[in-house]
């Protein structure tokens, strides 16, 4: 007998413990707004977190499981204090070269109503180009400026940094809804970071829900292919428990990228019982093995097919109620975790997707 929670939980730390986290600088003068920014794009993931520490002068890093954020100290008017921020900077960056150490993204944030563009922040913004660092710079407090000085802003930005990314960020509903920039930071963000860092950004942000969607998908059709692997043994009945624990896998795999590590409820009740279900009827194609003339081969074949499409069909199942859930709680609904993950709600989307074939 599988023990479906111990299993799920012990997956989950395992792909948590294995995963590689990207390392953002979020940069900028005093009160440009760089935590309020954090705290827009990360919800509470970074700021449950709890304080940071510094690891050289100036810099603070907050650790979070799935993200490294390293926050600068603000810099001060006047020549000295901008030439030992500079000096901060950019030693820090050139003193961090292992791809597990090294600055992989730069957030540069200036407050709209509070800042003009000057020829510090554009010398800044090339000396990240120069070392190939994808940086964005990123506007904040625009509901406490108007259009016109937006537009200024973004046109004296333009005509000394042509093709520099900019983002527009507040924290009021109605205007975030508007610009939908919190979606557009994560897009940009993911684009511009290695495929390998790509889970763990996904992970720890509070939005970016169709990115998170398709980074599921393809989870599901990684476990789908060793589901077609194992269903491809020639054993009736044998492969019936490797088959439901990768698939277990899967749903910890999942549970990561949406970061609901509660989910283990799920895969002690819901899952299993649906799992063995499914996979026990997928089987039943191992009895084409001993009709004559069929042959083992031709029995491999259908019982492989059968094995991905029910793990393909169960996986989207459980990315779909995934998505619903989180996008409920962005809602502000505070849904309960068994409204949302139970037996006959994934039942009825297994049998769904597998009776569709949306593989």
């Not at 979606?183 to 495929?195: A, M």
């Amino acid at each position: 007998m599988i023990d479906y929670a111990g299993q799920f939980a012990k997956d989950f730390e395992q792909i948590r413990n294995s995963i590689q986290k990207p390392n953002i600088l979020v940069l900028g003068p005093t009160g440009s707004g760089k935590s309020t920014l954090v705290n827009l794009v990360f919800g509470s993931r970074v700021a449950e977190s709890g304080a940071g520490y510094p690891v050289t002068r100036g810099i603070n890093t907050y650790r979070h499981q799935l993200i490294n954020l390293f926050d600068s100290e603000g810099y001060e008017s006047g020549q000295e204090n901008q030439s030992r921020y500079r000096e901060l900077i950019f030693d820090f960056i050139g003193n961090r070269s292992s791809m597990e150490e090294r600055i992989h993204l730069v957030w540069y944030c200036l407050s709209l109503p509070a800042a003009r563009f000057t020829d510090l922040d554009a010398e800044f913004l090339n000396g990240f180009r120069e070392r190939k660092l994808p940086a964005a710079l990123m506007l904040t407090q625009v509901d406490s400026s108007t259009e016109e000085n937006a537009a200024e802003m973004k046109a004296a930005v333009i005509s000394q940094m042509p093709g520099q990314e900019i983002f527009e960020t507040t924290t009021d509903e109605t205007l975030k809804a508007q610009l939908g920039f919190v979606d557009k930071i994560i897009d940009w963000s993911v684009e511009h970071l290695p495929e390998s860092l790509h889970e763990a950004l996904l992970s720890a942000v509070a939005e970016g829900l169709e990115r998170k969607y398709d980074a599921g998908r393809k989870s599901v059709m990684k476990h789908a292919a060793l589901a077609a692997t194992i269903g491809a043994a020639p054993i009736p009945m044998a492969d019936s428990p490797a088959l439901i624990a990768n698939q277990v896998t899967m749903v910890a795999h999942l549970a990561s990228i949406w970061d609901l590590p509660k989910l283990d409820a799920m895969a002690s009740s819901g899952l299993a019982s649906t799992a063995v279900s499914y996979v026990g009827r997928g089987l039943a194609g191992n009895l084409v093995k001993i009709i004559p003339g069929v042959g083992t081969w031709l029995g491999g074949t259908i019982n492989a097919t059968v094995a991905a499409a029910v793990t393909t069909a169960m996986g989207l199942a459980v990315n779909t109620l995934c998505r619903n859930y989180v996008q409920a709680s962005l809602e502000g609904r505070k849904p309960a975790l068994e409204s949302f993950f139970n037996a006959a709600s994934l039942e009825a989307l297994v049998k769904s997707y597998y009776k569709k074939g949306e593989f």
